[in-house]
């Protein structure tokens, strides 16, 4: 039988309503009576309910975390870092799958708004105006996104493109691709803009291969674009549009890293074990997740924090994981059939 606040109050000697105030608002209570009504209860195993907590506090004890597309390997190593650091807090997560469709995000934060205290959007494809709208519903943080003044865990994007361009071109790629995800996704943009400061700075030519879903798939349907351009070198938007372009090369005969030298992107656990292994950029994914816990934690505990919501921005490192799908760029040879740019 779980142990009630009666039975702490009768072990301790004290009132019923004792017991309630030394646990929800301990600063009211005699110092000697708390310490020994938190020392009873922690004796006999009590333990809060969560429901009459939260007629108290005015608080859920849940967090809502919305995801565009939890089958995306990605995204699990988050929600791990998530479940973990909100456990520690003694809070619940809530998970919701767009399926990486934008236009329910908004509706998912309406309705977990008053579910929970607070909600975490990783990866989210709202528009700014959306997103602001989304911040007005519920304390917001945002994962691999920044948008104005919401909180945010964002990745440096910037540092790691350079990391990749510094390999390509110490292998001596002068001509390198990128194979970008949707449009309306953040990372996609701010890994070109990292991409075209990296290649400008280092001399090099970079060729834009479209926009492809960030799945198996998108990645096999960029392979034409990518042969026709003319690039010894390709960077893909995630390590899963790395896997279908790899396949698909592979299938039109031709060798990574011989032929074509192949780099991915968040160092998802298969990138290991394919072969040739990925080379691939590490994005600190559960870190990214506690973080964003750590943070929401932070602006429930005081959303009028003087130094504002901008100052919740966290920005994390990236590293470069070199394995086997890139090599030297390859020696052009008389024989070797003229490729032309593809812009879509």
């Not at 911040?135 to 691999?144: D, E, Q, S, T």
Request: net charge neutral; aromatic share 4%.
């Amino acid at each position: 039988m779980a142990v009630t606040i009666r039975d702490v109050a009768k072990a301790a000697g004290v009132s019923p309503s004792t017991v309630s105030r030394a646990l929800s608002s301990p600063d009211i209570v005699d110092a000697a009576t708390r310490e020994r009504v938190l020392r009873v209860a922690d004796h006999l195993g009590w333990r809060p309910n969560r429901a009459a907590r939260g007629l108290i506090t005015g608080r859920t004890g849940n967090i809502g975390l919305i995801l565009p597309d939890l089958a995306n390997p990605f995204f699990p190593s988050v929600v791990k870092g998530i479940q973990s650091q909100a456990h520690e807090a003694d809070y619940q997560v809530f998970v919701a799958d767009t399926d990486e469709d934008a236009s329910a995000e908004l509706g998912l934060v309406r309705s977990l708004s008053k579910q929970v205290d607070g909600i975490i959007l990783c990866s989210p494809r709202m528009k700014p105006a959306e997103l602001r709208d989304a911040a007005g519903l519920a304390p917001v943080v945002l994962v691999n996104r920044k948008a104005g003044t919401i909180p945010a865990v964002a990745i440096d994007n910037t540092d790691g493109m350079r990391q990749l361009v510094d390999h390509l071109t110490g292998l001596g790629h002068s001509r390198i691709g990128f194979v970008a995800g949707p449009r309306s996704s953040w990372s996609a943009k701010e890994r070109l803009r990292g991409l075209r400061l990296a290649t400008a700075a280092a001399g090099v030519e970079l060729v834009e291969v479209g926009h492809f879903a960030p799945t198996f798939d998108g990645g096999s349907e960029a392979v034409e674009g990518v042969l026709l351009s003319g690039v010894t070198a390709v960077v893909a938007y995630n390590d899963l549009v790395a896997f279908g372009l790899l396949d698909a090369l592979r299938s039109r005969g031709v060798e990574v890293p011989r032929d074509l030298s192949l780099v991915g992107i968040d160092n998802i656990p298969m990138s290991a074990m394919i072969h040739p292994a990925l080379t691939t950029l590490s994005i600190p994914k559960e870190q990214a997740g506690r973080r964003a816990v750590d943070l929401l934690l932070q602006l429930l505990a005081d959303p009028t924090d003087a130094s504002g919501p901008a100052a919740l921005t966290r920005e994390l490192p990236t590293e470069l994981l070199v394995r086997h799908t890139t090599g030297p760029a390859p020696t052009p040879t008389p024989q070797s059939p003229q490729r032309r740019t593809v812009r879509r």
